[in-house]
Structure formats: C-alpha cells, structure tokens
C-alpha cells in the first residue's frame, strides 16, 4: 500500500523540526506532499547514514532543516548545514552523507510538461 502523505485536502501547519524522525543507524522517509508532479519528502538522517551516488529526473530543491550533511555534486563534495537550500537540476549525480544527525526536505517536480488546456 503506498505511504499516505501527512498533507491531504485539508489545511495543517506542521514544524519541519518536529515531524523529522531519526532511527539508530538508519534514514527515515515521510511523504509530506503529492500533487501534479510535486512530491515533497521529509527526511531523518543518523550520523554516517549516506546515499550513494545517484541521479533523478526530477527537478529537485533540498532545504537542510537541522544538523549538517556533505552532498557530493558530481563527485564534488560540499557541506550543507541547518537552513540551506540546494538546488539541483535533472540528472545530476549526486551523494549525501549525514556528518551528524541532520533532517532535510526534498521537494521534487516532474520535468513533464502538463497538457496544454483544450
């Protein structure tokens, strides 16, 4: 059964900071948002925790909510901390690894071009 996301038709204000959730040696996923194209995921990273190098269709933007991390852009390593925004177009490869315990939010937009209005 897919993961039903924490936003659904009604209004709700959450704290990032708070919905973030951490396990022991582990990253913990939660779908936020899904819509035309749009998914939005809330992330818990434990310290050491990576991704290994990867690449998306999708448009992405990472906002780093606390602690601290490393992406690694094309191989090239930078560090990311609480409040930063990255930006990464379709099809970069890209890795992430938690420096210490550190929660982000990737949002995620499809590169489709919706149909065009009849």
């Known amino acids: 059964m897919p993961e039903q996301p924490l936003f659904s038709n009604e209004t709700?204000?959450?704290?990032l900071e708070q919905e973030a959730q951490f396990?022991?040696?582990?990253i913990v996923s939660r779908t936020l948002f899904r819509?035309?194209?749009t998914r939005q995921v809330l992330f818990g990273f434990a310290e050491g925790q990576e991704l290994t190098e990867h690449t998306s269709p999708h448009h992405a933007l990472i906002q780093i909510i606390s602690g601290q991390c490393?992406?690694?852009l094309k191989s090239e390593p930078r560090t990311l901390k609480s409040g930063d925004v990255l930006y990464m177009?379709?099809?970069l490869?890209?890795?992430?690894r938690a420096t210490s315990?550190?929660?982000m939010l990737l949002t995620l937009v499809s590169t489709q071009t919706p149909?065009?209005?009849a």
């Open 12 to 15: 709700k204000v959450i704290s």
């Open 23 to 26: 396990v022991l040696n582990g």
């Open 35 to 37: 819509a035309n194209g």
């Open 70 to 72: 490393e992406f690694s």
């Open 89 to 91: 177009p379709p099809g």
């Open 93 to 96: 490869p890209h890795a992430v």
């Open 101 to 103: 315990q550190f929660s």
């Open 115 to 117: 149909p065009a209005a």
